[in-house]
């Protein structure tokens, strides 16, 4: 989640700010701790165009309830 990253999406959704979703954060934590390396770019757009979707099953959110 670098500028590098930030700025990709912002050209890809025509953005002049860019947010990561948590969802998206979550995504790129799993990558890393299970070295994806089948996980692409398109994992994070679907994430930030549905964000809740997988929150309700994702461990890491159930801790902050």
């Known amino acids: 989640m670098n500028n ?3 700025a990709f ?3 890809y ?3 002049s700010q860019f947010s990561f979703k948590k969802s ?6 799993a990558i890393e701790t299970t070295q994806d390396k089948k996980a692409t770019v398109q994992d994070l757009i679907d994430l930030y165009d549905h964000p809740y979707e997988n929150l ?3 461990a890491e959110e159930q801790t902050y309830q």
């Open 24 to 29: 998206m954060a979550f995504k790129m934590r």
């Open 4 to 6: 590098e990253a930030r």
């Open 13 to 15: 959704y025509g953005l």
């Open 9 to 11: 999406f912002k050209a």
């Open 56 to 58: 309700v099953t994702n």
